[in-house]
Nanobody, 122 residues
Framework: QVQLIESGGGLVQAGGSLRLSCAAS????????MGWFRQAPGKEREFVAA????????NYGEFVKGRFTVSRDNAKNTGYLEMNSLKPEDTAVYYC???????????????WGQGTQVTVSS
């Protein structure tokens, strides 16, 4: 069982930046693909970004458009989501997740963090 803990959310003005972190509770972190998803009130949880275990493969949701960067430091068992040029519509709870294989499909992810709130003011 892998436990994931997100941090780094908060309140930021439009155009600002935040970096989210996702710390894994156990080793062998590099075996897991890591994904980021978000859920706004009244909406379904949507894909934001994913990165393979070794970090070589990355994908982003269409709405990202070059604003976000996903990365990981396997030596620290930690993944990151750097978010720039934030917009009010990016307001949501952001979740990191782990999967046994590389995927962008929400239902393929077995392990989930508790989420961290990101609020972007206009």
């Amino acid at each position: 069982q892998v436990q994931l803990i997100e941090s780094g959310g908060g309140l930021v003005q439009a155009g600002g930046s935040l970096r989210l972190s996702c710390a894994a509770s156990r080793g062998a972190f590099s075996r897991y693909a890591m994904g980021w998803f978000r859920q706004a009130p009244g909406k379904e949880r949507e894909f934001v970004a994913a990165i393979s275990g070794g970090g070589r493969i990355q994908n982003y949701g269409e709405f990202v458009k070059g604003r976000f960067t996903v990365s990981r430091d396997n030596a620290k068992n930690t993944g990151y989501l750097e978010m720039n040029s934030l917009k009010p519509e990016d307001t949501a709870v952001y979740y990191c997740a782990g999967a046994m294989f590389y995927t962008t499909v929400r239902s393929d992810y077995n392990y989930w963090g508790q989420g961290t709130q990101v609020t972007v003011s206009s």
